[in-house]
């Protein structure tokens, strides 16, 4: 079975109808936008310049249709289907040391059917608002409070994913010192849960706090992070076992300049704490290295990375939890273009080919293969939550390989892309899902001013 949109939202039918109606009202600014020698000029830049900068209006309009065949775990229906996203963002900075700043998005997914999920719709809400405080120039104290995209590091722990329909922002405080070569944050971030039912409301029994630490160098130099956070969850926040959840992870991350134009990355954490009654202690580390050749004049990046996140030897022991717990990740592109897959119980070797034909078209081939830490614990989702099980660990480890291919095409402020992707089972796979045949189609278009 496949939930196909209505032919008034198909793809065709309306997401080239509406990125049609945004190029021609661009080429209608052209005469006038000429004068100023900016083809897009908008009312966005006349807002800017009649404030003297302290008013600042940007947006977005993105369409995706995707179909994605054969990829759905639970036995529920392939999809095709186009999912649309409007973002209108406005900032106001008074002064050097206030900053104040909101966005309103709006996702859509014509086609679905009354039952769409908040991960792809949600109409009209608050997707940020905060209220940013600073001491003038680049280093001393900042205040920052509200509803705010987060990401740090690589965007393995905590991240705003903007790949989603509906991406994750944050009611947060922080207190960050700024230092010539240092940035020190004291957070506290509990992540927006959407409602398709009414305006989305913080449910704060779901949250992380502690510190996180980013010491920086030159643009060539070495990066250096460390963190010590906590993250807890009871009911209301969505913790379904009797108790609660209460995990420390303490980790480091370095990323910096090797010989001969080499570039790597390496990060590891630990975890102890608790998972309802049980006793938690958990472990990741991930590894990467990254260079530039030239393939006749175009620029070619690889990247080699090997991921690990540990997973519980006898998930039978109520007693004991050994399943790294990923908290706020994002996970696309980093086990596969499909998403399919989190940053649990897992062993991930990723390639990645970016090859540059021109300043605007860039084409991406990934490779990613999976094995299971622990063959008795689960194979988890992206989102965290286990999707097949060997108790007996009968079912083998290795879990597949995926192949991506994409395409992206950037001519500001128009952004196009276009990808496949394909999984090829392994053992796990083929005893656990015999019939599950992933395959992944999209096509995107982006609009920004």
């Not at 329909?165 to 070569?181: E, I, K």
Request: hydrophobic content about 35%; glycine content about 12%; some cysteine.
């Amino acid at each position: 079975m496949i939930i196909r949109p209505s032919p008034r939202y198909s793809l065709f039918a309306s997401s080239v109808r509406v990125l049609g109606v945004v190029i021609l009202c661009g080429w209608g600014l052209r005469p006038a936008a000429g004068q100023n020698g900016d083809l897009f000029r908008s009312p966005a830049g006349s807002l800017t310049a009649w404030s003297k900068g302290k008013l600042k209006l940007s947006g977005e309009i993105r369409g995706r249709h995707e179909r994605r065949a054969g990829q759905n775990f639970n036995g529920g229906p392939d999809l095709d289907v186009s999912l649309w996203r409007t973002r209108l963002t406005l900032s106001y900075q008074p002064n050097a040391w206030l900053k104040l700043a909101g966005t309103l998005q709006d996702s859509r997914a014509p086609g679905y059917g009354a039952d769409g999920p908040a991960s792809v719709r949600n109409a009209a809400d608050l997707y940020e608002g905060y209220a940013e405080l600073s001491q003038p120039g680049a280093r001393g104290l900042s205040l920052s409070l509200g509803r705010r995209a987060l990401n740090y590091g690589d965007g393995k722990l905590i991240a705003t994913p903007n790949w989603g329909n509906v991406s994750r922002t944050f009611d947060h405080a922080r207190l960050r010192y700024r230092t010539q070569s240092a940035d020190y944050d004291f957070l506290f971030a509990s992540p927006v849960k959407p409602r398709t039912d009414g305006w989305d409301r913080p449910v704060l029994g779901d949250h992380l706090w502690g510190f996180y630490s980013t010491f920086h160098g030159s643009e060539e130099a070495s990066q250096i992070e460390l963190y010590v956070l906590r993250r807890e969850q009871n009911r209301p926040g969505g913790f379904a076992p009797s108790g609660r959840l209460r995990i420390n992870t303490a980790g480091g991350r370095w990323a910096g300049p090797l010989p001969d134009g080499w570039k790597g990355a390496l990060e590891a954490a630990m975890q102890t704490g608790w998972v309802g009654p049980a006793r938690h202690r958990a472990s990741t580390w991930t590894g990467s290295v990254t260079r530039r050749w030239l393939m006749d004049g175009m620029p070619l990046d690889g990247s080699l990375e090997y991921k690990y996140a540990s997973g519980s030897k006898d998930p039978g022991d109520s007693s004991r939890s050994g399943t790294f717990d990923q908290l706020y990740f994002a996970g696309h592109d980093r086990f596969g273009h499909m998403d399919l897959f989190g940053w649990r119980n897992i062993h991930n070797v990723r390639l990645l080919w970016t090859l540059e034909l021109t300043k605007s078209l860039t084409m991406i081939v990934m490779y990613n293969s999976w094995w299971l830490a622990s063959r008795r614990d689960a194979l988890y989702s992206g989102s965290g939550k286990a999707i097949l099980r060997s108790p007996d660990g009968s079912a083998g480890s290795h879990v597949g390989q995926e192949w991506d291919l994409f395409g992206v095409y950037q001519r500001k402020p128009l952004n196009f892309g276009l990808g496949a992707g394909r999984v090829l089972r392994g053992a796990f796979l083929r005893n656990l899902a015999p019939n599950l045949s992933p395959l992944y189609l999209y096509v995107s278009h982006t609009y920004t001013f």
